[in-house]
């Protein structure tokens, strides 16, 4: 029995140690988009977990589930999508759905389907809700974010079950714990928020890109919590950060204004995302800084 989970973030590694705590047994394997399946290592009608992950192209989905008992739980909606486009999404068995995260999918299946002899299933735990309205960016819960920024500092491996899986037996792990690991996270907040600050009165200038007028700024593997201090949704239509990854440019927008959809504009560009939020990778970057700042007719 195998287990892939989305390596790439909590939510991936919070369902693959939601499977490992029930299914001690199984091989759990982390996995990314762009990496290369293991086709070789699943063996004929093995049962295989796939947990906030989808393969790509989708071909390879319907070649696995021929290949293996396939449970295919995710929450992506191109992947979804394509699913109901081919007419199998009612013949995979599994749990999806746009608006819930990977984790409180994994829990809530294994609880359904696998638990179903067991006199009570248990509720979500804080923890899974916690990091799974975090990943669907439902922020309205202060508690939120502080839980994802405190569980940052540790190492999340999710075969590690004396880290993960006290947060699956509430008896064990009570929530005031959790709360332990939330003061961490809102200490983390505070410190990154003055650092974001700093970031962008020092580096953010405006650009134009495809008649969006932007605020930029030089930055990878960030969100659009970088843009905080500087952000006026009056003057500009979108936040732009970028950086060069060894392979090329890769440019992330957001935006909170109704009438601008940053997903489209990717999509364009050969990229993609959500309405909100998306990006898209190129050789040469669209736009210059220009040295006359003011010079940019925003
Ligand atoms: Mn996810």
């Known amino acids: 029995m195998k287990c892939f989970y989305h390596s790439a973030d909590l939510d991936g590694q919070c369902s693959g140690a939601i499977v490992k705590h029930f299914y001690p047994e199984c091989e759990l394997i982390g996995i990314n988009y762009g990496q290369p399946f293991p086709w070789d290592a699943i063996e004929k009608n093995e049962p295989v977990f796939m947990v906030d992950f989808s393969l790509q192209p989708f071909e390879d989905m319907i070649r696995l589930a021929n290949l293996a008992t396939l449970v295919w739980i995710d929450h992506h909606k191109t992947a979804i999508d394509e699913s109901i486009a081919r007419h199998v999404d009612k013949a995979l068995p599994g749990l999806r759905e746009v608006g819930r995260a990977g984790c ?3 829990w809530e299946y294994i609880q359904d389907f696998v638990m179903r002899d067991k006199p009570e299933k248990a509720p979500v735990p804080l923890a899974v809700h916690l990091l799974g309205r975090y990943d669907v960016w439902d922020l309205k819960n202060p508690q939120v974010l502080a839980f994802h920024y405190g569980m940052l500092t540790y190492d999340t491996d999710p075969n590690d079950q004396g880290f993960w899986g006290r947060f699956f037996e509430p008896d064990e792990f009570p929530d005031w714990e959790v709360d332990g690991i939330i003061w961490k996270g809102e200490a983390i907040l505070e410190y990154e928020a003055q650092s974001n600050a700093k970031y962008m009165a020092a580096a ?3 650009v134009m890109l495809d ?13 659009s919590k970088l843009f905080e201090s ?5 003057k500009y239509d979108a936040m732009l950060a970028f950086g060069y990854r060894g392979k090329g440019w890769t440019v992330s927008l957001y935006s909170d204004r109704d009438d601008v959809d940053v997903g489209e504009v990717c999509k364009r560009r050969g990229g993609g995302g959500h309405k909100g939020a ?7 970057l669209p736009f210059r800084p220009s040295p006359a700042r003011e010079a940019i007719d925003l």
């Open 104 to 106: 409180e999918l994994t």
């Open 230 to 234: 500087a952000w006026d949704r009056n």
């Open 204 to 206: 953010a200038f405006p």
């Open 211 to 223: 008649g969006l007028r932007c605020l930029a700024v030089n930055r990878l593997l960030s969100n």
């Open 278 to 284: 998306a990006g898209f990778q190129c050789d040469v």
